[in-house]
């Protein structure tokens, strides 16, 4: 798609100077119509210079048409003016005919860019407190950060992923008194934790000691199992992170402290009613922030702040943080604290860090809420889902919304195998593709060179929807990593694999069927192949697996079958 939108706007530039018509400040913009009838492409550039030269923007359109059309630009067989100046440009199936080459040629690669070369992106999500399992929510943040941050890469960031572990304040010692108080058969402190799992891990800790643990041991011990049982569940759904940051290191080796005396130094911190206060109005935030509090302990934000600048000292280009929407009163403070500390917003990504914020989840079974978690009592936990469905299905539905919306997740329609099931439908794509690859095996038919097969046989609008989203998919990748929306590709993905299930039900394949030519079979089967590479492609970023076998649908769900997924 790039290579055809280049040349357009090459040619549509030129129509322009030709017209003594500036090219406008944002430069030639150039979409695919809403609407096929509309044609392939459509530009507003007409209605963009008219009013600053004083004329008629249907008349412009109309010189830029007749321009146009005598440069004989390749593929282009009609461009029609509609509305008040739209230009609107139809091309023959050639221009598609060549995406083709281009996805089987760029493999594993067809996709990528290297748009963020040289960029080191430091990614923190999930980042719960080690003092309980993953909730639902963290499971959706980890998949949408698992995924950007392989978005990012393909725009050839190195991309760094990183939990925070919030190991040094009151939590945990809120955390060790209530297994002690379980472990003795009294109730957890007012502010400390309940749910079945502080039950468990008591008799754990019990059988871990010859007598009762010291609140230390007992702190240090359930740290440990908790760690290890967010590991765990962090892997179940495959995600793994490069670092494990602790809040501790930044307290023993002073970098709290050497903030502080930053800020001073900077004349951008103060001292008030027995606190440290940061002046960070003077950097956009609505009201100063309290540092250090007047018994002599620091806020979050200054353990943030010291945080943030070691990421930045271990040689990172770019911070990226997803957190909880509960915390977005913290992402002006903190923004406003690194700005006083000297670190400068730079334009293409804004103040450092960027703060994603995500939305929570609703789950669901058969329409009625579930609210009550084997493991935590209060909150349905990562490892409830995990149990009843796998990683791919919990990923990909986890990655069907943007992340600042709050997402129903109705576990019975995760887990059913049907078309209904969004997860399985895009999955059975695959597997009717590897299933037909298989087929035409079996019955001796092979792939000839590409240099030999006449993709010119390529005409049914099916094989020309597919050839159209895999021509758009690299710029939906480059959207999605531009956006930190990787629900643009699953969006992809989902309308793709409703392409593939058409094309499957309507174009015959192997000779003989319905009078299929073998020019046809020939351009069809490498088509299948590009459609492979382009899909894998997608679900590789997205961390969701590409089955070559699935079970086969009852004939009346999938529409009638050349043969099965599963064959």
């Known amino acids: 798609m790039t290579a055809i939108r280049d040349v357009l706007t090459t040619a549509i530039r030129a129509a322009l100077d030709d017209s003594d018509l500036p090219v406008p400040s944002a430069g030639v913009e150039l979409t695919p119509p809403r609407q096929r009838e509309h044609g392939d492409w459509a530009t507003n550039v007409a209605l963009q210079v008219a009013k600053p030269a004083g004329r008629n923007p249907r008349e412009v359109?109309?010189?830029?048409?007749?321009?146009?059309?005598?440069?004989?630009?390749?593929?282009?067989?009609?461009?029609?003016?509609?509305?008040?100046?739209?230009?609107?440009?139809?091309?023959?199936?050639?221009?598609?005919?060549?995406?083709?080459?281009?996805?089987l040629e760029h493999?594993?690669?067809?996709?990528?860019?290297?748009?963020?070369?040289?960029?080191?992106?430091?990614l923190e999500f999930v980042s719960a407190n080690p003092t309980g399992p993953i909730h639902a929510g963290g499971g959706r943040w980890t998949a949408v950060g698992d995924a950007l941050a392989n978005l990012l890469a393909s725009q050839g960031a190195d991309v760094h992923r990183e939990y925070l572990l919030n190991d040094a304040g009151n939590q945990l010692d809120a955390f060790a008194a209530s297994l002690l108080a379980r472990m003795r058969g009294e109730e957890p402190p007012e502010d400390g934790y309940q749910g079945q799992y502080i039950a468990d891990l008591a008799d754990a800790l019990r059988d871990a000691f010859d007598g009762e643990p010291s609140h230390a041991d007992a702190l240090e011990w359930g740290y440990a199992r908790m760690l290890q049982e967010?590991?765990?569940?962090?892997?179940r759904i495959g995600v793994r992170f490069d670092t494990w940051f602790s809040e501790r290191t930044l307290h023993a080796q002073g970098a709290v402290d050497r903030v502080i005396e930053e800020l001073r130094h900077r004349g951008h911190a103060f001292d008030h009613e027995g606190?440290?206060?940061?002046?960070?109005?003077?950097?956009?935030?609505?009201?100063?922030?309290v540092l250090i509090k007047s018994d002599g302990s620091p806020t979050y934000l200054a353990a943030d702040l010291a945080y943030h600048l070691d990421k930045l000292g271990?040689?990172?280009?770019?911070?990226?943080?997803?957190?909880?929407?509960?915390?977005?009163?913290?992402?002006?403070s903190l923004q406003a604290g690194l700005r006083a500390l000297g670190v400068e917003?730079?334009?293409?990504?804004?103040?450092?860090?960027?703060v994603i914020l995500g939305q929570l989840v609703n789950l669901m079974r058969g329409g009625e809420p579930v609210r009550i978690s084997k493991r935590a009592g209060d909150i349905i936990t990562l490892a409830d889902v995990l149990d009843e469905v796998d990683a791919d299905a919990c990923r990909l539905t986890f990655l069907l919304q943007g992340i600042d919306h709050v997402q129903t997740f109705d576990i019975d329609i995760v887990t059913s195998q049907s078309m209904e099931n969004p997860v399985y439908y895009v999955q059975y794509a695959h597997a009717r593709i590897a299933s037909m690859a298989r087929l035409a095996a079996e019955r001796g038919v092979s792939r000839s060179e590409l240099s030999e097969v006449d993709l010119a046989e390529l005409t049914h609008e099916r094989e020309l929807d597919l050839l159209r989203s895999l021509a758009a998919y690299p710029e939906v990748v480059a959207d999605a990593a531009h956006g930190r929306a990787p629900h643009r590709v699953t969006t992809w993905v989902r309308e793709f694999a409703g392409r593939f299930h058409g094309f499957y039900h309507d174009c015959r394949v192997l000779p003989g069927e319905s009078g299929v030519t073998p020019a046809q079979t020939q351009a069809r089967l490498w088509l299948i192949e590009a459609c492979r590479v382009g899909l894998a492609n997608a679900l590789a970023l997205l961390g969701v697996h590409a089955p070559d076998r699935m079970d086969r649908l009852p004939e009346s769900d999938e529409g009638g079958a050349q043969e099965s997924a599963s064959a």
């Open 314 to 332: 271990r040689g990172f280009t770019h911070l990226i943080n997803i957190w909880g929407a509960d915390h977005h009163g913290q992402v002006a």
């Open 107 to 122: 493999g594993p690669d067809y996709g990528t860019s290297e748009a963020l070369s040289g960029e080191r992106i430091n």
């Open 230 to 235: 967010i590991r765990t569940d962090l892997e």
């Open 275 to 289: 606190a440290v206060w940061l002046r960070s109005t003077e950097f956009g935030d609505t009201r100063d922030r």
């Open 345 to 354: 917003p730079r334009p293409e990504f804004g103040p450092e860090p960027e």
């Open 61 to 103: 359109a109309a010189d830029l048409r007749d321009l146009l059309l005598g440069a004989a630009i390749p593929h282009v067989t009609e461009i029609e003016i509609a509305g008040p100046g739209f230009l609107n440009f139809h091309l023959a199936p050639s221009w598609l005919h060549d995406v083709l080459p281009d996805v």
